[in-house]
């Protein structure tokens, strides 16, 4: 199965792959791992002529932490890397476990982080909880550098707020409040490897044992990863029981938009989209109360 | 030398038929298939194809010489489609270029116009519609209408189960060259070279001596490559025999699940009978078999389900019905259990109804019924040296079904969300191809005069172990290290008129072959050691482990020696072979007779774990006493045995075939169609074998493993049913495979939510 | 019903084969003989930002400790390049499309699919295959744990299996049984030897420790 032709670019620099993408037109396509990239063109999904690999840009792939700034990942920094960073595994856990969960070790050891996010995908692994975590993508593109807010950037399967030749060089996540939590979980209908079906993040921070503040993320019932605004109200002021975990999951499957397809139906995904929220509420929870000083 | 190839795996130097090296200029062939389920063809334009830069040429249906056709039994289908297409993926046009690439894009410029016509993917519209492959048959005994009055408990119901793709990880493949004399040679990964060569002799209209097919290993089959390797075969021979060049055939992926058939996917209306105590007395069955659009094997297939419709149990009144029902669908074919596992399903289900109507559990019906010796099958076969209720009792008591079921209990008890179950799986599989003809083979041995001997069978190894097993057989005749022994590829040339390897049937027919060549040369051995030695009769010497005894004392002779004494002596060293396997019959007139040669036996207990939020399964435990007979290779057999479970509890709780309704496969991927990865297996499978369990008609005492243990991962559904039902006691759950997440989870919240 | 092309008049555009040379040859030669083809071209393409699709690129590939320099089309997958150009039939193809596993490589120790990855973009990493963990004549440990834990029935999967296990313990050396199934996780063995290949991968890590 030989993918169609194309001329293929490996920029040094940023500078150098905007200009490709600017000379070159929409058709250009931008990879990291490639790994979305090629399993489309193999699909016969898009022939693009000219494709802009970014992994000879030197320290695009770097992660970096800082105590006050947070987390950056760099646009080419590999999934594995992301789910074995020992700085991310320390202060990021939900980030490291949402990379680990995504498809296998030989993906992981080709896939990015950033370009899991680029591509778009509604039942992507990464994006619900670095949203939920209010992570800014940078993006760099013919106008300057400019960041956006994650929560911003998908407009549709496929489709984000990148403008004709912009790049996203990176990502950062901010530190997790004192007093937070975080969680994340996805099923498949069929079998741990399976494209998910649904998915849930959320962080939420604690005021004893009062949710001051929530953020909820649900995958794969939407065109986008969508915000649980409903369920984020029904937790908010409020101490997180069974019941109330409970209440908020019923909202948020009210909330979402699942649709029937080859991996689950609609009506399956409004059960787990109840189940995983409550779960995911839960556990967020637990996080925070622990990490709570006692 | 180790015969399964082992260390030529591992270091990745076993070839399949794709790795071969073939000769310069070879070519490559891609096909071009029909996008409509039916229609009739208007139009097939191959211009555009020839217009691909590196395409040599293109064949239809009229390019071809001999007969158009590669049915088997029913000659129902061609190779390439006239006028009509039956099937989406059905194939049209053969294109051969200078590289798969090319056919490739070649194949898809074709121009081909189809007027659809109506299609039909359901088997009750088939049936109604008189859309029948062959015509219905029906098994019985006793008389079941007079029976439903002496019941106690009369239940009644449906049963859909799952299609299944083979996904044998190594997909079709062929490659053929011309010969000198006109015709022609096939490389192709199948596990019927016979048929192989009779399907490309009949296509070219040659003579079949002029067509050699020979398989080197298979990576997969599972039935898959038992009647639907050959069209690959045919269409690489065809283009190879027209162009007299080496041409390659490799299906894709994607080509391989979208052009051939899989699993039949059944439906099956039974009506099951017991008295007051669980005794089974009467039981109706019809199923309704989905055989896509040609007969393949589905005649075979719907007869092995007739056969095990009653599974290990004693029914006294049985009318067993089946019905082969012509459909749009890419023709279904064989697949490890060949129909019983269909047909087992059905009995379980309809025993988990009864049992539900009797306030017992399955397994106190299950157990009440079983199958003894002198009791009789539908079709008139007497049982003989059964082991069922062995198996079973060892089971209950080796794995201590008790104190499993109050652990089950309990941890039902403490856990509201998270449900345990329990189910045991009595299998009675019969060994023998159904088709009494089938059961024959050949084996070739030559004996070098180094010592080493090389071993031709009928038989094609597919992972299966069979040239482990031959090899043994081998080495206890001969009392040699089994290091001398080689088994050579599978060849026509070398074994005429083979069976399939198939029907699990490879280890006793060809072992049975190997071990008589292999007497007949010890035979001539032992006259010329008694030449040789001069004061013994033949039958005084004896040839153990490589050295020669002479009436049981120690001889200056070994192994080699004789070898090599016995050559000079002008000894013959080969022998060639044949088994037919004795006293099986069956009368398809009144479906009466004796059609297997003994019957695998044995017990499973499964453990399942549901996550009642997630609708999730996990099987903690598959633990089995099975009757091996005396096993001829208990490595081999063991994983066959783990092997069996895994695929059979992926057909039950995870693989799933979806077609759209234009009849397109839309599970064409290995992304979309789920099979058991290493998370997915059970967390536990244990193999006890069964002791003292000679089995006469079996090689040196043994049992065939094979298709049987298939049947266990029936057990999985059961265990999940039981779990849901510790859960839901209330629940109606209904009988479809696979029971995936997503049903168990709407049969457990009809209507409302889990939170 | 078919026009006749001769195959003097085809349009061929092949380049060498693995069938082509191999067949004649054998490897090492068709290495040398690439190379010296290559000889009267620009040096190794490292320093060249764009491969125009239409023409054969030289690139430089590093495989089981052999440099070896041929001549690809970008489009081209390391696992095309692997088997059709260097005759290393031992990474085999299941699938295509990074469902499967057959295909499995290291690339700088890491596991990878050679089906996902473009030849292009292997240069500058050293690539290990099936082949390359041979130590001479003798098994390397995880060839010889698979050995003895009877680790596969038809085989076909194996190398992949194997080359994940290989990866896993150049990360893991003393893997946990969830690194292990993680390890795993992308392989597929329809034949179903998972228990086997399982404890072929704990087997194997004691090998590599020299127990």
């Known amino acids: 199965m030989r993918l169609s032709k194309f001329d293929f670019h490996a920029p040094k620099t940023i500078s150098e792959a905007i200009e490709l993408l600017q000379s070159k037109g929409p058709d250009a396509r931008l990879m990291a791992g490639g790994t979305d990239l090629l399993m ?15 992994k000879s840009v030197p320290g695009l792939n770097a992660i970096r932490f800082d105590e006050s700034a947070g987390l950056t990942i760099g646009a080419t920094a590999l999934l594995s890397e992301v789910a074995e960073h020992p700085d991310i595994l320390r202060h990021y856990p939900t980030v490291a476990q949402a990379a680990r969960a995504t498809a296998n070790v030989q993906v992981r050891n080709m896939g990015t982080v950033v370009g899991n996010l680029c591509n778009a995908s509604p039942a992507a692994d990464n994006p619900p909880i670095h949203m939920a975590m209010r992570a800014v993508v940078l993006i760099e593109g013919p106008g300057g550098k400019r960041e956006l807010p994650l929560d911003e950037f998908f407009r549709g399967p496929g489709v984000t707020a990148l403008l004709p030749a912009e790049i996203v060089t990176g990502l950062r996540v901010p530190r997790m409040p004192v007093n937070a939590g975080t969680a994340y979980h996805s099923l498949s209908a069929r079998g741990k490897l399976d494209c998910n079906a649904v998915g849930a993040a959320v962080m939420l921070t604690l005021k004893g044992k009062i949710c001051e503040d929530v953020r909820l993320f649900i995958s794969a019932c939407g065109p986008t990863p969508l915000r649980g605004r409903k369920a984020e109200e029904m937790v908010r002021g409020k101490e997180l029981t069974e019941e109330i975990a409970a209440k908020a999951g019923a909202e948020a499957a009210e909330e979402s938009l699942p649709i029937t397809d080859l991996r689950a139906s609609a009506d399956y995904r409004t059960e787990m989209v109840a189940v995983l929220t409550r779960r995911v509420l839960k556990e967020a929870c637990q996080m925070a109360l622990t990490s709570q000083p006692a | 030398m180790e015969p399964r190839d082992v260390f030529l795996h591992v270091r990745g130097e076993a070839v399949f038929v794709d790795d071969a090296l073939l000769p310069a200029e070879h070519l490559f062939a891609a096909i071009r298939t029909s996008h409509v389920a039916h229609g009739h063809v208007r139009s097939l334009d191959i211009a555009p194809a020839m217009a691909v830069p590196g395409i040599y040429e293109v064949f239809t249906a009229r390019d071809i010489p001999g007969e158009n056709q590669v049915g088997k ?113 096939v490389v192709s990964a199948t596990q019927s070279p016979s048929m192989v060569q009779l399907v490309v002799a009949r296509i070219l209209g040659l003579p079949m001596h002029e067509v050699e097919v020979e398989v080197p290993r298979l990576g997969g089959g599972f039935g898959g490559k038992e009647d639907q390797a050959t069209h690959w075969a045919a269409m690489a021979a065809l283009a190879a025999w027209r162009l007299k060049k080496p041409v390659k055939l490799v299906l894709t992926r994607h080509e391989d699940m979208t052009m051939t058939g899989k699993r039949h996917p059944y439906l099956s209306d039974y009506k099951l009978g017991l008295d007051a105590e669980g005794h089974m007395l009467a039981y109706e069955v019809t199923f309704y078999q989905n055989g896509g659009a040609v007969a393949d094997l589905s005649p075979a297939i719907l007869e092995r389900s007739l056969f095990h419709a009653t599974n290990a149990y004693a029914i006294p009144h049985v009318k067993a019905v089946g019905i082969s029902c012509r459909t749009h669908l890419p023709p279904n074919t064989a697949f490890r259990g060949f129909g019983g596992p269909q047909a087992l399903f059905v009995l379980e289900c309809a025993i988990f109804k009864a049992a539900e109507a009797l306030g017992v559990e399955p397994r106190e019906i299950q157990k009440r019924n079983l199958l003894q010796d002198g009791d009789a099958f539908p079709y008139g076969a007497r049982v003989e040296r059964c082991r069922q209720r062995r198996c079973w009792d060892v089971a209950e008591q080796k794995y201590n079904l008790q104190a499993g079921l109050k652990e089950v209990r309990q941890y039902n008890g403490r856990n509201a969300w998270r449900k345990k179950g329990l189910a045991l799986m009595p299998i009675c599989f019969g060994i023998s191809f159904t088709s009494t003809f089938l059961n024959q083979a050949g084996a070739f041995v030559n004996v070098y005069v180094d010592g080493s001997v090389g071993i031709s069978t009928s038989a094609v190894e597919m992972g299966q172990g069979v040239n482990a097993k031959i090899q043994e057989v081998a080495a206890r005749i001969f009392s040699i290290r089994p290091e001398r022994i080689k088994l050579e590829t599978t060849s026509t040339s070398r074994i005429a008129n083979m069976p399939p390897t198939a029907a699990s049937t490879g280890a006793d027919l060809n072992g049975h072959a190997t071990r008589l060549a292999c007497l007949d040369i010890v035979e001539r051995l032992k006259d010329a050691a008694a030449r040789c030695l001069g004061k013994n009769a033949p039958h005084e010497i004896e040839i153990r482990d490589e050295a020669v005894y002479a009436s049981g004392e120690a001889t200056e002779l070994t192994w080699e020696k004789l070898v090599n004494l016995a050559y000079f002596d002008r000894v013959s060293l080969c022998a060639q072979a044949h088994c037919a396997t004795p006293d099986i019959f069956f009368d398809r007139d009144t479906n009466k007779g004796n059609p297997f040669a003994y019957y695998a036996y044995g017990t499973a207990l499964v453990e399942a774990s549901l996550d009642c939020l997630r609708g999730t399964c996990s099987i903690d435990a598959v633990r089995v006493v099975h009757d091996f007979g005396r096993s001829l290779h208990p490595l081999v057999d063991l994983g066959q045995m783990e092997g069996g479970i895994v695929q059979g509890v992926g057909w039950m709780l995870l693989e799933e075939v979806m077609h759209d309704a234009d009849g397109r496969l839309l599970t064409d991927t290995l992304a979309t169609y789920k099979i058991p990865d290493i998370h997915s297996i059970p967390g536990e499978i244990q193999v006890h074998f069964l002791e003292d369990a000679e089995n006469p008609p079996g090689i040196f005492q043994s049992k065939t493993v094979g298709e049987p243990p298939f049947l266990y991962g029936i057990g999985a559904y059961f265990a999940l049913l039981q779990a849901m039902k510790a859960f839901r006691p209330d629940a109606h759950i209904p009988f479809s495979s696979p029971m995936t997440p997503e049903k168990v989870l709407l049969a457990l919240y009809p209507g409302d939510r889990p939170v | 019903m078919t026009q006749k092309h001769e195959p003097g008049e085809c349009r061929c555009s092949r380049g060498l084969t693995r069938r082509g040379f191999l067949s004649t040859v054998g490897a090492g030669v068709a290495v040398a003989s690439a190379a010296g083809k290559l000889a009267a071209q620009p040096a190794a393409s490292q320093g060249a930002d764009v491969l125009p699709s239409a023409e054969m690129t030289p690139i430089t590939l590093n495989i089981n400790g052999r440099t070896h320099r041929l001549l690809v089309e970008p489009r081209w997958s390391l696992l095309f390049v692997l088997r059709e150009r260097l005759g290393l039939t031992g990474t085999k193809v299941g699938c295509e499309r990074g469902e499967c596993g057959a295909c499995t490589v290291l690339m700088d120790d890491l596991p990878r699919y050679a089906c996902m990855t473009l030849a292009v973009e292997a240069q500058g990493s050293e690539i290990t295959t099936l082949e390359g963990l041979m130590r001479g004549e003798e098994l390397g440990g995880v060839q010889q744990a698979f050995v003895e834990e009877d680790a596969f029935q038809c085989g076909y999967c194996t190398p992949g299996q194997i080359m994940a296990v290989e990866g896993l313990l150049r990360a893991h050396p003393e893997p946990s049984q969830e690194e292990i199934q993680m390890g795993l996780s992308g392989n597929l063995c329809r034949c179903g030897a998972y228990v086997h290949i399982f404890k072929a991968a704990g087997r194997a890590a004691q090998l590599k420790r020299g127990q």
């Not at chain 2, 190779?79 to 046009?93: D, I």
Request: charged content about 20%; overall charge negative; proline content about 7%.
């Open chain 1, 40 to 54: 489309k063109m193999k699909h016969g999904a898009v022939k693009p002529p000219c494709l802009i690999s970014l």
């Open chain 2, 73 to 185: 039994t029913i000659l129902d289908e061609p190779l390439l489609a006239e006028s009509e297409v039956h099937f989406v993926g059905q194939p049209l046009a053969i294109v051969v270029g200078e590289s798969a690439e090319a056919a490739r894009r070649a194949a898809r410029a074709i121009q081909v116009e189809i007027d659809p016509l109506p299609a039909i993917y359901d088997v009750r519209q088939a049936f109604a519609e008189g859309s029948l492959i062959a015509p219905p048959r029906t098994f019985s005994s006793g008389d079941v209408e007079s029976a439903w009055e002496q019941c106690s408990v009369v239940v009644s119901g449906t049963v859909e189960s799952g299609s299944q793709e083979h996904v044998y990880m190594e997909t079709q493949s062929a490659f053929a060259l011309p010969t000198d004399r006109g015709g022609v040679k």
